[in-house]
């Protein structure tokens, strides 16, 4: 099956620093990726949509200067969370659109930002 | 107000129960997704269900969607701990492409 790889699993950060997470999508090319973000012991929430070779579109509410989305090529998206903060910690994840239904997630990314 | 609605949002039973959790929302769908994502993973999909009363199985999982397509629930026969996890339930919008997740039903099966 369809298999979207996601990296680094987990990362521990300083505040101010920037983090770039990296959604692969490993048999398969996808246009179209989506990031999310889920806090404890909560459900994915949409941040943005990612689409290659142009913007990505935000989701109300979060802030595209912080989050910046780069889908450069079919079967890569990154997320880079500019000057990360405590507030800014959280559990991302992504998935990869195989088909007009069908998503596959990655594994997750835990950021926590000290 | 969320657009899907699950319940309970927690479920802690014994190794063996037989449990129902539900996803309702005021709008008709055109199809609903079941998603278990495991801690420290990504969600990942059971089932799809497209017409009003259909039902379907995954092993000890039955899915139902309601008639008028706007309700669904999921049901485990004999839970196993292995089924502990948050199983949650998403929509895709009109053009197919966004998910938006209900709140999720927190479940955990003790041995």
């Known amino acids: 099956g369809a298999v979207v790889s996601q990296h680094p699993s987990r990362v521990i950060c300083k505040s101010g620093t920037s983090v770039k997470i990296e959604c692969r999508s490993l048999d398969f090319q996808a246009t179209t990726m989506f990031w999310y973000r889920q806090f404890p012991k909560q459900s994915l929430m949409l941040m943005a949509t990612s689409n290659e070779g142009s913007k990505a579109t935000y989701e109300q509410g979060v802030e595209k200067d912080k989050f910046l989305i780069n889908h450069a090529s079919l079967t890569l998206s990154t997320l880079t969370v500019t000057s990360a903060h405590p507030e800014d910690s959280s559990f991302y994840i992504c998935?990869?659109?195989?088909?007009?239904?069908?998503?596959?997630f990655g594994a997750g990314t835990r950021l926590s930002v000290l | 107000t969320q657009l899907l609605e699950q319940s309970p949002q927690f479920l802690s039973i014994q190794e063996g129960e037989n449990l129902t959790v539900y996803c309702n929302s005021s709008s008709v769908f055109s199809s609903l997704q079941w998603y278990r994502q495991e801690p420290g993973e990504g969600p990942v999909l059971l089932v799809t269900v497209v017409t009003g009363g259909e039902v379907k199985k995954l092993k000890r999982l039955t899915f139902q969607f309601g008639d008028a397509r706007k309700d669904s629930s999921l049901h485990i026969t004999a839970a196993q701990p292995g089924d502990t996890g948050l199983y949650l339930c998403?929509?895709?919008?009109?053009?197919?492409?966004?998910?938006?997740f209900g709140g999720g039903t927190r479940l955990m099966v003790k041995p």
């Open positions: 998403a929509v895709l919008n009109n053009a197919g492409n966004m998910l938006t």
């Open positions: 998935s990869a659109r195989v088909s007009k239904n069908i998503q596959y």
